[in-house]
């Protein structure tokens, strides 16, 4: 049985309809079980450039391109390179070369002249008003900052005439069209050249290396080897089985991600660290698609080991957990946590199941509050009503500034369960380290008798808020691990990272041991929407030296993605160790329109423009489930969807599963979370709701700062969502996060 090879070559192959697809699938599933059988008509080329090629009979009007190799003492292997119309297959097949990149070591293959990088190259139309030449006064970006045809050609190894017209480029924006342009690393790479990133850096981040090729082994064999190298799999898989095979053969380009990564992303995805390692990116670098190839590859290295995959919330964990079944259909996915598999679930259901299933849980609450007692399922999901109830009916000493829901639960969290603080007495000498505001001993004595209040109301109705129930679950795991009892988990991963709070990361160091892989973290400061930053040394979590940070985008367009890093300008965030995070060198894979802003001078029209532009999309073809709006609060998701049903467009709010129906979404900007939708409108974004002032008046002077970050943080959540236009609208003022 000969192994196969699949490339991915959309941009010269273009799309295959439906049946042609599954006959492209049924041909390559009998090529793998017998390449002799004579309905596949496997023939060479008289004439061709490459005596590899070969092309076999998909049907009667179409041939498939394959590249035959036979190692010496080896098994033979196909490379498919696509399916075509059977003239057009014989005339690309016979000027189609295989061959091995000798400076970097790369395979790559050029289908006739439709697929030579200089061609595709010299088709890109720069939009930049600079256009592609440098002049008189100022050399081509490249040139200026220093970059030579040697650099570009004999270090890089890329296309001597895509080297040429990089560096005739004027700007960086026309480097990104001819970018655009071009398949596989040498795409990639004309972007890190166009952010200034060094040759060596470059090399680095590829897997580049100063010996490429192994002159001691015969030709095809050197093609094998090359077909390993981290840059040859951005467009190269091999394919084990039949599942697999249909996966990419039907998938389309948007389920590339599934097999093709990026060298860097497919490091992160194979390198075993010493410790908890953290990756960091933009929205849209991949961090979540490495998080979960990385737990699929544990699970094939060891199917009896016990992995967990986590992240903020139920309806992120369900995303989740598709993705990792549309990759490998046949991965075990475990019912509980503990179990052998991959256990996918949101944090809070992650530690509701392990308080579920303990043996006693005496000691653990005797620790988080002092007193032992029963726990039982019954959850208390929004202490925000009860914190208010408090307040309200205690008459607090406490100052009203800090009376509110936000202040108390974030200090009952922050301080009082993440020190484990059960009398009056600790509470007044525990450490209030970033906590922002100072508290005097009175207020102290006064923010306690809230909190115990808040206690006994959750033993007097048999509940304990979700923060509580974590504290319960790792205090649990970490007594039984002093007695002896082994972890629950031998590697735990953890995506959106960036908003779990002090006893999430209490629970996730007491679920796995110290060591090799033991925790891999996913996140992006920038989109930390919900409560404080978390230091993770503070937690018992030492990244120090196991830290990188992913900067390609892959979902959203350059036009977009200025938009978004746009919001972000300004102001000054933090990473999970305190360092500072910045957006210096993201950029983007793909080119589009320049984002829309359109102001109204009512709501009215500010209602119809939404539905006029909503109803182009959709008579340009648009699938309406593509297209989503969203808005910063559920009375104004309401008041769209209402508004374009009246106008004849029909539109549902997608609230906790992700919509089936075949209508345009209406979403809040928190609920899009995680998501990404062909065309986005942020409608509302004026001075009144973005940022919102209700919010922001409920939290103290001393924490605003924090929380107007997280209302910007939200608008570059929102508008990272589109992949490829985006609109905004607002009436009235706009607002001061969307600049000029």
């Known amino acids: 049985m000969p192994n196969i090879v699949i490339a991915t070559n959309t941009k010269a192959m273009g799309k295959l309809d ?9 041909f390559l599933e009998k090529l793998k079980t017998d390449d002799t059988a004579p309905g596949l008509h496997i023939e060479p080329l008289k004439g061709a450039s490459d005596p590899r090629v070969r092309t076999g009979r998909v049907d009667l009007n179409y041939r498939a391109i394959l590249f ?33 990149n000798k400076i970097n070591g790369t395979v790559e293959g050029i289908l006739g002249a439709i697929n030579r990088v200089a061609d595709r190259a010299a088709d890109a139309r720069p939009t930049s008003e600079t256009g592609t030449a440098g002049s008189k006064d100022k050399p081509p970006f490249l040139v200026g900052v220093g970059f030579t045809t040697s650099d570009l050609v004999d270090r890089l190894g890329l296309d001597p005439a895509l080297a040429e017209q990089a560096l005739a480029a004027a700007d960086d924006y026309a480097i990104n069209e001819i970018a655009a342009e071009i398949d596989g690393w040498q795409g990639d790479a004309l972007l ?16 580049f290396t100063d010996h490429p090729v192994d002159e001691t082994l015969d030709e095809d064999r050197q093609i094998l080897v090359a077909l390993e190298h981290p840059a040859s799999r951005m467009q190269f898989t091999y394919i084990d089985d039949s599942a697999e095979l249909r996966r990419v ?127 039982t399922p019954k959850r208390n999901a929004n202490p925000d009503v009860v914190w208010r109830e408090i307040t309200q009916s205690a008459g607090s000493e406490l100052d009203r500034r800090l009376a509110t829901p936000s202040f108390l639960e974030n200090e009952y969290v922050s301080v009082v369960l993440a020190n484990k603080v059960t009398t009056l007495e600790q509470y007044i000498r525990v450490s209030r380290a970033g906590r922002g505001v100072r508290l005097s001993r009175p207020q102290r004595i006064a923010v306690w008798k809230l909190i115990e ?46 908003d779990l709070h002090a006893m999430h990361w209490e629970l996730l160091r007491a679920l796995v041991p110290e060591g090799g892989n033991d925790l891999f973290i996913a996140e992006d400061s920038h989109q930390r929407i919900y409560g404080r930053p978390v230091i993770l040394s503070r937690m018992g979590i030492k990244i120090v030296g196991r830290s990188r940070r992913l900067t390609l985008n892959y979902r959203t367009t350059a036009q977009n993605l200025n938009f978004a890093i746009g919001i972000l300008s300004g102001a000054n965030y933090r990473d999970l160790e305190e360092g500072e ?83 345009v979404q209406v979403l809040t900007m928190h609920r899009s979370k995680g998501m990404e939708f062909s065309r986005v409108i942020l409608t509302g974004v004026d001075n009144a709701h973005v940022p919102s002032q209700a919010a922001l008046r409920t939290v103290p002077e001393e924490e605003r700062a924090q929380a107007e970050l997280r209302e910007r943080s939200l608008l570059y959540v929102a508008a990272s969502r589109a992949r490829d236009e985006l609109v905004v609208t607002w009436s009235g003022q706009p607002s001061t996060l969307l600049g000029q």
Not at 192 to 207: F, H, M, P
Request: aromatic letters at 8%; hydrophobic letters at 35%; charged letters at 25%.
């Open 249 to 375: 053969i039907e998938g389309g380009d948007f389920a590339a991600w599934r097999t093709f990564l990026h060298p860097e992303q497919r490091t992160y995805v194979e390198k075993d660290f010493n410790g908890p390692f953290r990756l960091s990116g933009g929205a849209g670098t991949g961090k979540t698609v490495v998080a979960i190839h990385r737990a699929h590859r544990l699970w094939k290295q060891n199917p009896q080991a016990r992995i967990i995959l986590t992240t903020f919330n139920k309806t992120l964990a369900k995303g989740l957990e598709a993705d990792l079944k549309i990759l490998d259909p046949a991965v075990t996915v475990a019912k509980h946590p503990g179990d052998p598999g991959i256990y996918v679930a949101g944090i809070d259901k992650l530690a509701s199941d392990i308080v579920t299933r303990a043996s006693d849980l005496t000691d653990a609450t005797a620790a988080v509050f002092g007193t032992s007692f029963d726990v």
């Open 68 to 100: 035959r190799l036979d190692p010496e003492g080896g098994d033979t292997t196909y490379v498919y390179m696509g399916t075509w119309k059977h003239d057009e297959a014989n005339t690309l097949a016979e000027q189609s070369i295989l061959r091995i």
């Open 581 to 663: 995070e910045s957006t210096l060198g993201y950029r983007s894979a793909r080119l589009g329109p320049n984002h829309d802003r359109h102001q109204s001078n009512s709501i009215v029209g500010e209602l119809d423009y939404i539905a006029r532009s909503v109803r182009k999309w959709i008579d340009e073809g648009v699938e309406p489930e593509t297209i989503a709006i969203l808005t910063r609060g559920q009375n104004d998701r309401t008041q769209i969807i209402r508004a374009l049903g009246d106008r004849g467009i029909e539109a549902r709010a997608l609230d906790d599963n992700p919509a089936s129906t075949k209508h």
């Open 192 to 207: 890190d050249l166009a952010c200034g990133t060094a040759i060596d850096d470059i090399r680095e981040k590829y897997s």
């Open 453 to 498: 209040s808040f206690r006994r109301h959750g033993r007097t109705d048999s509940s304990l808020s979700f923060p509580e129930l974590l504290a319960v679950a790792a205090e649990y795991l970490s007594l039984a691990q002093r007695s002896g009892q082994p972890f629950v988990a031998d590697h735990v991963l953890v995506d959106e990272a960036q």
């Open 18 to 26: 439906g049946s042609v697809k599954r006959k492209a699938y049924d």
